[in-house]
């Protein structure tokens, strides 16, 4: 069984909206949107940051990827359907996650531009959704279920 794990890019002005009403956000534009295994982005960071540091918590190794997944962003409902909780990361956050997957090696400072077209996306599309989001000035909601 997958668990998915859901990324939107949003307009910033959205975002109180968003966090005020604590309802989640109607997703409709695929080339906004980035969706991957949630399973297997836990596996792989786990597994890096055993290798690597030899730690077996990835989110304490890897916070600004923690970060891009949600933990520690600000919640929009604690409980959704299917018992998700949705996430928001401002445009500031956002800016700040795209340098710091750089930093901990999850993207590249020349990442390609974000394939729109692109629907089998992986872990390594990640850093270029967030580069993307920064570029264009948007924030991100996000959930995982």
């Keep these: 069984m997958s668990m ?6 949003i307009e910033p002005s959205l975002v109180e909206e ?5 309802e989640p956000l109607v997703r ?4 906004d949107t980035f969706a991957c295994d949630y399973r297997n982005l836990d596996a792989v960071a786990e597994g890096r ?9 990835w989110t ?14 600000s919640a929009v409902n604690e409980h959704g359907p299917g018992d998700a909780s949705e996430f928001v990361l401002t445009l ?6 795209a340098e710091g997957l750089v930093t901990e090696g999850w993207a590249s400072r ?10 089998d996306r992986g872990l390594e599309d ?7 989001a920064a570029v264009e000035e948007k924030a991100v909601v996000g959930k995982v279920n």
């Design 92 to 97: 500031d956050e956002v800016r700040r996650v």
């Design 110 to 119: 020349n990442a390609t531009a974000w394939a729109v077209s692109s629907k």
């Design 18 to 22: 968003v966090l005020e009403k604590r």
């Design 28 to 31: 409709s534009s695929t080339g």
């Design 126 to 132: 990640l850093g270029p959704f967030f580069a993307a």
């Design 4 to 9: 998915w794990l859901t990324l939107t890019k």
């Design 49 to 57: 940051a055993e290798v690597e540091m030899g730690a077996a918590d």
């Design 60 to 73: 304490t190794v890897y916070p600004w990827l923690a970060r891009s997944v949600g933990h520690g962003s």
